[in-house]
Nanobody, 124 residues
C-alpha cells in the first residue's frame, strides 16, 4: 500500500490543522493505522493509532484532549485532527500502516508501510 500524508503547514499556537493520509494500492480497512511524529534531534514517536474497524483508538498523553484520530475506510483515508496546537507539536508527521496483529501497535517496528511525512510548524 502507498500512503500519502497531507495537511501540514504553519499555524499559530492555539490553532488547528487536520492531517490526512490517503492510501492507494490496497484497501485501507485491512490495516491498523498510526500517526507518528519526529521533531529535529528527537526520535520518531507515536502520536495516535486506530484499529482496522475504528473500535479502538489511542492518543499519546501529551496530545490527549487536543488530537483525535479517525478513519474513513470507504475513502481509504485516515485523519488526525489537531486542535489547540502548541509549539512543542512542531514536527514532521508520518502516517503508517500495520497489516498484522489483533489491534493497533504503538511500536514503530510493527508498521509495514510509511507515508512520506508532512511538516507541521506551530509558532508561538
Amino acid at each position: 500500500v502507498q500512503l500519502q500524508a497531507s495537511g501540514g503547514g504553519l499555524v499559530q499556537a492555539g490553532g488547528s490543522l487536520r492531517l490526512s493520509c490517503a492510501a492507494s494500492g490496497r484497501t485501507l480497512s485491512n490495516y491498523h493505522m498510526g500517526w507518528f511524529r519526529q521533531a529535529p534531534g528527537k526520535e520518531r514517536e507515536v502520536v495516535a493509532a486506530i484499529s482496522r474497524n475504528s473500535l479502538s483508538t489511542y492518543v499519546t498523553e501529551s496530545v490527549k484532549g487536543r488530537f483525535t484520530i479517525s478513519r474513513d475506510n470507504a475513502k481509504n483515508t485516515v485523519y488526525l485532527q489537531m486542535n489547540s496546537l502548541k509549539p512543542e507539536d512542531t514536527a514532521v508527521y508520518y502516517c503508517a500502516a500495520d497489516l498484522a496483529g489483533f489491534g493497533y501497535s504503538l511500536a514503530r517496528r510493527d508498521y509495514d508501510y510509511w507515508g512520506q511525512g508532512t511538516q507541521v510548524t506551530v509558532s508561538s
